[in-house]
């Protein structure tokens, strides 16, 4: 089992920058893809980004050149840089890690964008 723990949301002004952490623990050595999603109230949760083995990044297409996917290993953390936010950002973002067809969830972590 994994477990993940997100962290680093905030209130920030449209144009404004956050770092979000998922901090990783359990099983994580069996981890095939790590992930970025977020909800935004009353909508579906989306994919946001994410990272494979090999440092494979995908992005969603309102996201890209925006915000970056990356991990830390010796850590077992991942990171999403988030940067030009824009008021549509807001949302609450999750965490995920795959691995034998199974999806762990962290408990997600609140970014506020104001205009």
């Known amino acids: 089992q994994v477990q993940l723990v997100e962290s680093g949301g905030g209130l920030v002004q449209a144009g404004g920058s956050l770092r979000l952490s998922c901090a990783a623990s359990g099983s994580i050595n069996s981890i095939n893809v790590m992930s970025w999603w977020r909800q935004a109230a009353g909508h579906q949760r989306e994919f946001v980004a994410h990272i494979a083995r090999g440092n494979i990044t995908y992005y969603v297409d309102s996201v890209k050149g925006r915000f970056t996917i990356f991990r830390d290993n010796p850590t077992n953390t991942l990171y999403l840089q988030m940067n030009s936010l824009k008021p549509e950002d807001t949302a609450v973002y999750y965490c995920?890690?795959?691995?034998?067809?199974?999806?762990?969830w962290g408990q997600g972590t609140q970014v506020t964008v104001s205009s």
């Open positions: 995920a890690a795959d691995r034998s067809g199974f999806r762990s």
